[in-house]
């Protein structure tokens, strides 16, 4: 068996409102709230969070928010930094994600002090890194991805490192119904863990999770979760419906 516990994490992005999430978190929990074979984390949009934190109260399923601001506090309308996630109960934060990246021009060192601050404040870290079409097609998907990891993770400790989850999201997979195939993802995840060894060794490289991302559905998930590397998904689409949600779950516990 892993070291590793998989991990299946959704990501709703902006849709449902507070009384909506609610809902769907109710049938997550009625569905997979008590199993530990696999953590589970839903983010909520930030409006959401408090309502859904109340929900899952007294079950395994864990909260995350999809963004944070690296600052404590001070004036930056409209963000949220780390505390107040860690008031309303988060665990874990999605921090630069492509849509982050693309529509909010959010930078490599910019991202690099969200993790940092995440993990000051003992949130757990979901950095995403993938890269474009374009530059798969150039064949630059491992220096893109190198770069955005190292970058991301400059300044973590050996001692916090464990306590970060790294997302594989090929950035033309997100949405799409194009999926990685798993020779793709594999081969970029083992890289990823490579890369890992190479920053905090081998001991703790084989302890961090590398989610796969980009239209993984129950259908793909079987194929993709049993690889060597292949640590959960960070679920966009199949997340927002408990039904698809709570099968890719019921997938990873399969494989475990
Ligand atoms: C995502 O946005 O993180 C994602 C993986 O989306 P989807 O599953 O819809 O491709």
């Known amino acids: 068996m892993s070291l590793r516990k998989k991990l299946i994490a959704g990501n709703w992005k902006m849709n449902k409102t507070a009384a909506d999430g609610v809902a769907l978190v109710a049938d997550i929990v009625a569905a997979a709230g008590k199993q530990n074979d696999v953590e589970v984390v839903v983010c909520p949009p930030f409006t959401g969070l408090e309502s859904a934190a109340a929900k899952l109260e007294g079950s395994t399923v864990k909260l ?22 860690r008031a309303l109960f988060v665990s874990h934060v999605i ?21 940092l601050a995440a993990l000051k404040a003992q949130l757990k870290p979901i950095l995403c890194v993938g890269e474009t079409l374009a530059e798969r097609e150039s ?16 300044g973590v400790s050996k001692d916090l490192a464990t306590n970060v989850v790294i997302a594989y999201e090929p950035v033309w997979a997100i949405g799409t119904g194009k999926v990685a195939s798993t020779e793709q993802a594999q081969e970029v995840h083992a890289f990823i863990r490579s890369l890992l060894v190479k920053l905090f060794g081998d001991a703790i490289a084989q302890k961090v999770r590398i989610l796969y991302g ?9 194929e993709l979760l049993a690889q060597k590397d292949i640590d959960g998904g960070l679920i966009g689409g199949a997340s927002l419906e408990a039904r698809s949600f709570v099968e890719l779950v019921t997938a990873a516990i399969a494989i475990k």
């Open 214 to 222: 980009g239209s993984m559905k129950p259908a793909n998930a079987p």
């Open 64 to 85: 995350g928010a999809q963004n944070m601001h690296p600052e404590a506090s001070g004036a930056y309308t409209g963000e949220i930094s780390a505390g107040m996630l």
């Open 139 to 154: 064949g630059s998907t491992l220096k893109v991805v190198q770069t955005q990891l190292e970058a991301g993770l400059e």
């Open 95 to 115: 921090l630069g994600h492509s849509e982050r990246r693309s529509y909010f021009h959010e930078s490599d060192a910019f991202i690099n002090q969200k993790v």
